[in-house]
């Protein structure tokens, strides 16, 4: 089946540095990527919409010019946090559609785990 | 909008219990439906999927149907492990760069 590959899985960084997560569609093209961040036992909480070949669509109260996201190809799509501070620690996952027999569905990266210290 | 109500946790049961974690959604159009499990410091692992009414998703023993009359997609298993403790979201999704729509995750605890 469709699978998603998110790298690292766990990076730790300095504060005020930046750190690349990368996210690839292993066996489909994803012309739309989806990235969440997700805190300690809580929901996911959609960050922006990754469009290949154009600009990301970010949700409300999400810093574009902390968390760049680029969409250079069909299946891989790059979250960088900039100038990274301890409350950026989190865990962040990906997402892609994918178009199976019978419908669309979903699939997950494993999630990065950054830890800004 | 499109929203996905499912039920707050925890939910607490024994070893070998019944378990049913209810999920309603609203949608325009008929998305498919999704159940993703995510065990602890883990992503989260697809469960199970139905993409039209009626159809049943199954898969390490978690069913759901999806009821469009209703507008459900409650997760339903016979006999819980211990190794099913994680946590549980419903979600809708239509594909493409449609936004899919999450529950905010039922917690389920399983005591030997």
């Known amino acids: 089946g469709a699978v998603v590959s998110q790298h690292p899985s766990w990076v730790i960084c300095k504060s005020g540095t930046s750190v690349k997560i990368e996210c690839r569609s292993l066996d489909f093209q994803a012309t739309t990527m989806f990235w969440y961040r997700q805190f300690p036992k809580q929901s996911l909480m959609l960050m922006a919409t990754s469009n290949e070949g154009s600009k990301a669509t970010y949700e409300q109260g999400v810093e574009k010019d902390k968390f760049l996201i680029n969409h250079a190809s069909l299946t891989l799509s790059t979250l960088t946090v900039t100038s990274a501070h301890p409350e950026d620690s989190s865990f962040y996952i990906c997402?892609?559609?994918?178009?199976?027999?019978?419908?669309?569905?979903?699939?997950f990266g494993e999630g990065s785990w950054l830890t800004v210290v | 909008g499109d929203s996905v109500t499912q039920m707050e946790g925890p939910v607490t049961l024994s070893e070998e219990a019944f378990l049913t974690i209810n999920c309603t959604y609203t949608a325009t159009g008929y998305p498919s439906l999704f159940w993703y499990v995510q065990y602890p410091g883990e992503g989260l692992q697809l469960l199970l999927k139905?993409?039209?009414?009626?159809d049943k998703g199954s898969n390490k023993g978690f069913e759901a149907t999806y009821r469009k009359e209703t507008t459900s997609f409650h997760l339903e298993k016979g006999s819980v492990q211990v190794s099913d403790s994680a946590v549980y979201f419903c979600a809708s999704g239509a594909g493409g760069s449609y936004i899919p729509t999450f529950g905010r995750g039922t917690s389920l605890i399983v005591h030997p």
């Open positions: 139905a993409t039209k009414a009626d």
């Open positions: 997402s892609a559609s994918s178009r199976d027999i019978g419908g669309n569905t979903i699939y």
